[in-house]
């Protein structure tokens, strides 16, 4: 069971990913992407989706007591952050913040990502952070906006 007994007082730990999270991440990445892209089909979206929409980045996980939280992840070679997800009962309580904060002060500066803008709380949250909006195209999922932070 992902975050079972966790109490909202509870600080989380940034760490490296480990081979042994990568259930755990698997099973956050499905539950977050069906909540955040509630507008696909939910056939679309799978838990094996995880190990290959993250195939060679550097993750790292947030974790409370030992249970992962939420995770980011990075295509190093282009400064990408491609996935950032927190568990639902997690949101608001800074856990994203800290897994972005963990990522920048490694990858550097610039970075960017993609944001679907459907997802108007996430766009916010990237927004509210110093991200601004080079772009806005089309891709699986909708409409994206490609964001960039410079320091």
């Known amino acids: 069971m992902i975050a079972g007994d966790i109490s909202q ?3 989380p730990v940034i760490r490296a990913h480990a081979a042994g999270d990568y259930q755990t991440l698997g099973e956050i ?3 977050t992407r069906l909540r955040a892209f509630h507008w696909l089909p939910p056939d679309s979206i799978s838990i094996e989706d995880f ?7 550097r993750i790292w996980v947030a974790e409370v007591n030992a249970q992962v939280i939420g995770f980011i992840s990075v295509w190093e070679p282009e ?3 491609h996935h950032l997800y927190v568990l639902p009962a997690f949101a608001g309580r800074n856990v994203g913040s800290q897994l972005l904060q963990t990522c920048l002060a490694y990858i550097g500066y610039p970075a960017r990502l993609k944001c679907v803008s459907a997802n108007t709380r996430a766009l916010q949250f990237y927004r509210a952070r110093g991200w601004q909006t080079l772009s806005v195209d089309m891709g699986p999922e909708g409409e994206y906006q490609l964001m960039q932070i410079n320091a």
Not at 51 to 57: L, M, V
């Open 9 to 11: 007082q509870d600080v």
């Open 29 to 31: 990445y499905h539950q």
């Open 51 to 57: 190990a290959r929409d993250t195939e060679g980045e």
């Open 79 to 81: 400064n990408f952050i």
